[in-house]
């Protein structure tokens, strides 16, 4: 009887061993995220962290893109991973050129927006556009943008641009390598515009962390930093009056030199 008793005590503990090592697997195979700052043990509560998913290629599509990571939400956030080119934007503007959501290459899986311009060689063509752009009208103090850019091609363009009434900041490369801050103020003939320089040298086909932050009432200045690096810091603006009017946000190949020459755009955050 002794004997009997062990071999079924030994039957029900192998079956629970297995029930175990079944949920172990199980919870191996889970997706985690554990969000940044939790101290009460609900979640999400901040950017999300992917820990030891497992799961392959198929299954990591179900990730959170990264504009769902944004805490809090900003005012834009276009990471171009989803099915509408337009989602964030109010519209978009194309002159001898394309926009495209293209998974040939991108900062954060599975797209990227390819922005491509043609021009035949400067021959009286149109001059290229190819950009997206978000509308608003708010009072605006300071801006934050950030954006990953992987120009590809040699020609000088407009990547970036933000405006409010007649003031607008716009990031752009030149063909010989110098980077700028285009700042243009308000006046009777529309003001000269200022640039800001700035030297990053850029190699076509790379990709690029792009950071501008502006000061626009007290002490107006700019900062840009490429890859974690300071490049432009505190530049004083020519800017003497708070900025007032409607604003928009400009995206793409706002302005290009005559040639071919496209740019890939991807994890766009604007705060205003």
Known sequence: ??????????????????????IALLVSRCMVHIGAGCTDGSMPCGPSTLIDSGLDGADAGDAARFCESQIPTPFLCADFDGTDLLEGWTGQTTSAGSLVEDDAG???PPASLLAAAIRDGGNGGPLPTALLYKSFTRTVTSVHLELDVQPNGSTTEEYAS??????????????????FVEEKVPGADGGPPKLHPFTSPFVSGTWYHVVLDATLTGTRMVDVHVNGVHVLAADPLVLSTDPVGAGTFRCGLLFVE???????FDNVVLNL
Request: charge should be positive; hydrophobic fraction near 50%; charged fraction near 10%.
């Open 1 to 22: 009887m002794a004997g009997a008793s062990n071999r079924g005590r030994a039957a029900r503990l192998l079956a629970a061993s297995g029930v175990l090592f079944g």
């Open 106 to 108: 991108f900062k954060s």
């Open 162 to 179: 933000v405006q409010i009434g007649a003031f607008a900041l716009t990031l752009g490369i030149e063909m010989n390598g110098l980077h």
């Open 258 to 264: 005559p040639g071919a020459f496209s740019t890939r």
